[in-house]
């Protein structure tokens, strides 16, 4: 499934995003052998929804319709798991508020499936409140339960990780659902 910037909701900036993690996954058909290429194709589709929703629709219930009934979201280095609905649909919520719109197209280097996963290796450009940019790589990996996401893990690369934490606020480790996992040289503060 190769979409341009355009077909995603008029090409705005987030679109490209979601254009750009989806049509490098393209090439990965053919070296994919755990999984068929229809269900490939249907996990992509999954995705396509979810980050649409998250990323360029900017819209919570559209995003939860995506996510399964027990899910559990970790971010590092942060060290965040975000466990449950409530507490993932919040960390959508401040994320779609405080942190996707400062999204700019980037570049995604691969995608990875078995029958129920995804892995995806991309690039963002993250446009920075006073000016300027900052490249950073992601790695996400999501798991899914039927046609539903079940987890997603989301490794923040090169300075991204102040601006997530910025987005989530100060209380949101506090939050029912919300641990952190202390670990040496993570970025906890």
């Known amino acids: 499934m190769t979409i341009s910037r355009r077909t995603v909701l008029g090409?705005?900036?987030?679109?490209?995003?979601?254009?750009?993690?989806?049509?490098?996954?393209?090439a990965d058909a053919s070296t994919a052998s755990a999984i068929s290429v229809s269900d490939q194709q249907r996990l992509k589709g999954l995705v396509q929804q979810h980050l649409e929703a998250e990323v360029?629709?900017?819209?919570?219930?559209?995003?939860?319709?995506?996510?399964?009934?027990?899910?559990?979201?970790v971010f590092e280095p942060l060290g965040y798991t975000v466990t449950g609905r409530p507490a993932v649909r919040e960390s959508y919520r401040r994320l779609i508020a405080g942190f996707f719109p400062s999204i700019l197209?980037?570049?995604?280097?691969?995608q990875w499936f078995t029958q129920d996963a995804m892995v995806s290796e991309d690039d963002i450009v993250l446009q920075l409140p006073g000016g300027g940019q900052l490249l950073a790589p992601v790695t996400s990996v999501l798991v899914f339960d039927g046609n539903l996401l079940a987890s997603e893990r989301v490794y923040l690369?090169?300075?991204?990780?102040?601006?997530?934490?910025?987005?989530?606020?100060?209380?949101?480790?506090?939050?029912?659902?919300?641990?952190?996992?202390?670990?040496?040289?993570?970025?906890?503060?």
């Not at 090409?11 to 393209?26: I, K």
């Not at 934490?165 to 970025?187: K, N, Y």
């Open 157 to 189: 690369g090169h300075g991204l990780a102040p601006y997530v934490r910025a987005a989530f606020g100060p209380d949101f480790i506090d939050l029912p659902g919300v641990t952190v996992s202390p670990v040496p040289g993570r970025e906890t503060s």
């Open 56 to 73: 360029v629709a900017g819209d919570v219930d559209a995003v939860m319709a995506t996510v399964a009934s027990n899910p559990v979201w």
């Open 105 to 110: 197209p980037g570049e995604n280097h691969g």
């Open 11 to 26: 090409g705005s900036a987030a679109a490209g995003l979601v254009a750009v993690a989806l049509s490098a996954g393209e």
